[in-house]
T-cell receptor, first 112, second 115 residues
Framework: AQRVTQPEKLLSVFKGAPVELKCNYS??????LFWYVQYSRQRLQLLLR??SRESIKGFTADLNKGETSFHLKKPFAQEEDSAMYYC??????????????FGKGTKLSVIP | NAGVTQTPKFRILKIGQSMTLQCTQD?????MYWYRQDPGMGLKLIYY???????DKGEVPNGYNVSRSTTEDFPLRLELAAPSQTSVYFC??????????????FGDGTRLSIL
């Protein structure tokens, strides 16, 4: 069975410091991985996906199949980055519905 | 576009009562999903639908039912509410084409308490 692990429930960093939110996964197939973010009083929304290889709001994430990791990184944290971050893995199912398996989330708090 | 709309936002039920959580999307997405999120936990899939008239169980379906009579609507029903169903419920949708890398679009959630 697939599993997504985010080892840190809470991560506090100072403004301007580097940020790394960890995500490890277990999956027997070829994974599709995402980072979702939920800002205060907003709905859960996509931050980035590994297949796009893009940088969104200064965040990047690289899929490391050897270490089965998809850590989210940003070189300089901003106060507006404070939010709840969820790593998620997409897998195919019998009906091709591509269900998501979520980690428990990491709350990022950026200290001014 | 409103995206995914969930109603109600909050609800308190007594044990044994029933209710329906509403979810509608205006993006013409084929795939829709219901998740629950317990405190300190990730989202867990309850049910999903790949199109009108087609539904299937997710990871935690017990105690719930769904229907999908139209592309837009995907209601979740609790028949006999139990305290273990106290949670935040999220509805989501995605187009269903383009492969497994298509992101899901989420509603604001419904916070449900069973007392």
């Amino acid at each position: 069975a697939q599993r997504v692990t985010q080892p840190e429930k809470l991560l506090s960093v100072f403004k301007g410091a580097p940020v790394e939110l960890k995500c490890n996964y277990s999956y027997s197939g070829s994974p599709e991985l995402f980072w979702y973010v939920q800002y205060s009083r907003q709905r859960l929304q996509l931050l980035l996906r590994h297949i796009s290889r893009e940088s969104i709001k200064g965040f990047t994430a690289d899929l490391n199949k050897g270490e089965t990791s998809f850590h989210l990184k940003k070189p300089f944290a901003q106060e507006e980055d404070s939010a709840m971050y969820y790593c998620a893995l997409s897998r195919g199912s019998g009906a091709g519905s591509y269900q998501l398996t979520f980690g428990k989330g990491t709350k990022l708090s950026v200290i001014p | 576009n409103a995206g995914v709309t969930q109603t109600p936002k909050f609800r308190i039920l007594k044990i044994g009562q029933s209710m329906t959580l509403q979810c509608t999307q205006d993006m013409n997405h084929n795939y829709m999903y219901w998740y629950r999120q317990d405190p300190g936990m990730g989202l867990k899939l309850i049910y999903y639908s790949v199109g009108a008239g087609i539904t299937d169980k997710g990871e935690v379906p017990n105690g719930y039912n769904v229907s999908r009579s139209t592309t837009e609507d995907f209601p979740l029903r609790l028949e006999l509410a139990a305290p273990s169903q106290t949670s935040v419920y999220f509805c989501a949708s995605n187009p269903g084409w383009g492969g497994s890398n298509q992101p899901q679009h989420f509603g604001d959630g419904t916070r449900l308490s069973i007392l």
